[in-house]
């Protein structure tokens, strides 16, 4: 399942992370992150996914319905 750039919006709220802290996190630039989350422009594939597993691995769960919550 891909996410989205709400998506990627939502569970950094939930985690309280800022957009630096995830690049670091996934290993991009942060512009890479402001650019997907303002949909200007979709990073590669393994990039998006890295930013999932990045989310994942925080505990956050990726619902069927494009939504998300935080695991427990």
């Known amino acids: 399942m891909e996410i989205s750039p709400a998506q990627c919006r939502a569970a950094r709220g939930l985690l309280d992370w800022t ?8 290993g991009v630039a942060l512009r890479t992150v402001q650019d ?10 393994i990039v998006r996914s890295s930013i999932r597993q990045a989310f994942e691995q925080a505990g956050i769960e990726f619902l069927d319905n494009k939504g998300l919550r935080l695991k427990g």
């Open 19 to 26: 957009q630096g802290e995830l690049a670091r996190r996934v």
């Open 36 to 45: 997907f989350e303002n949909s200007r422009r979709t990073p590669l594939a």
